[in-house]
């Protein structure tokens, strides 16, 4: 019992890590016991082992390979980093070109519709058939009623920017719809 | 700092890696290789140690922690010492390759630690050469954390204060770990011998 207490405290001594009364205690029992001395022999025979697998370099050939594909890795997220930034500036370009291109766009010209010949003749009839004394009695409101008519025609929309080649056409409803 | 960390900067010149490290935070790749030359041995040595000297998967490993260290630039402060950030960095990226290479040898992926290299060479070997395979064999046998202290204490020759500040735990337990260890590997060791013998 106690020299399993002591070959643990062995464990320390040789390293100078056990306390000082552990180290006392220790060398007062190794003093009468072969086994522990042994073990406490064994122990830094394994120290001494392990301080030179520290001296020991590594092969430099595996520093170089790892070096290489670190700085591989860096240069290919540089790359990836910048082209990142380069696709992200393109992108904002395109935006910022398409919102002058909105702004500067001016319209130019409304054209009104020629007017389908079925209104033209629906029109015709509706006016042979109004009374002339209701026209007399209400001339305003008809007119206004035919103005309105007229708006609510389907009107042709020509829209021309700076660019010539660059028209559009719309169909609208007359009343701005 | 230990001897050990002190000697993995050729010149001792700590103002000259403070230079690289402020040239390196600015982007300059040269300066992050030149920082690499200086760190590189150190943190491979530690990784073959952790990882039984599998050289693959030190390399692999010392990859990541050199990957980690130039995503980290920012975080070090003018002057400061990496290498305890490189030693803890190093530990950790070698228990997840272990617990990795762990699950790839549970699915019949690959040999055993000490199985693929066939074991020691006797024949030319001296004795103390013939210790050290055997030491070597029984380091890449300890639990994670038993092999993380030894190897910070013993191979890297660091003290048990600094052991405990990188491995993030007390002075007391890495001393048992420590005790632990080298009782293993001593038991592991004769146990060989007397096979062999």
Request: with cysteine.
């Amino acid at each position: 019992m106690k020299c399993e207490r002591m070959r643990e405290i062995a464990a320390l001594v040789v390293s100078g890590d056990a306390a000082a009364d552990q180290r006392r205690e220790f060398e007062e029992h190794a003093a009468g016991c072969a086994a522990c001395r042994e073990e406490a022999e064994a122990i830094r025979a394994v120290r001494e082992a392990l301080e030179e697998i520290g001296a020991e370099e590594p092969e430099a050939v595996s520093c170089a390979t790892v070096r290489a594909r670190v700085m591989e890795e860096i240069a290919g997220r540089r790359r990836r980093a910048a082209w990142g930034w380069w696709a992200a500036a393109m992108a904002a370009g395109a935006c910022a070109a398409v919102v002058v291109w909105m702004v500067t766009v001016r319209p130019a010209k409304v054209v009104p519709a020629a007017r389908p010949a079925v209104a033209r003749s629906v029109e015709a009839k509706a006016a042979q058939s109004v009374a002339p004394a209701m026209l007399r009695e209400r001339p305003r409101r008809t007119r206004a009623r035919r103005a309105r008519a007229v708006q609510a025609q389907p009107m042709l929309v020509k829209l021309e920017s700076e660019d010539p080649n660059v028209v559009i056409y719309w169909i609208t409803s007359g009343t701005g719809d | 700092m230990s001897m050990a960390a002190l000697e993995a900067i050729p010149d001792g010149d700590a103002e000259r890696s403070g230079e690289l490290m402020a040239r390196a935070k600015r982007g300059d790749a040269a300066a992050f290789e030149e920082l690499m030359r200086r760190y590189e041995r150190m943190v491979l040595r530690t990784a073959l140690r952790m990882l039984g000297g599998r050289r693959e998967e030190a390399e692999d490993a010392s990859q990541t922690v050199f990957l980690k260290m130039h995503g980290s630039l920012g975080r070090f402060r003018e002057g400061e010492d990496v290498a305890p950030w490189l030693y803890r960095t190093t530990v950790n990226a070698c228990r997840d390759a272990g617990r990795k290479a762990r699950r790839r040898r549970e699915v019949g992926l690959e040999p055993a630690a000490g199985a693929r290299d066939g074991g020691v060479g006797p024949e030319a070997a001296a004795e103390k050469e013939r210790l050290r395979e055997i030491v070597r064999e029984g380091l890449a046998r300890l639990p994670e954390k038993e092999r993380a202290a030894v190897v910070l204490r013993d191979v890297e020759g660091m003290e048990t204060r600094e052991v405990a500040g990188i491995l993030g735990t007390t002075e007391a337990t890495v001393r048992s770990q420590v005790r632990s260890g080298r009782r293993k590997i001593r038991e592991f060791a004769e146990r060989l011998l007397r096979k062999r013998t």
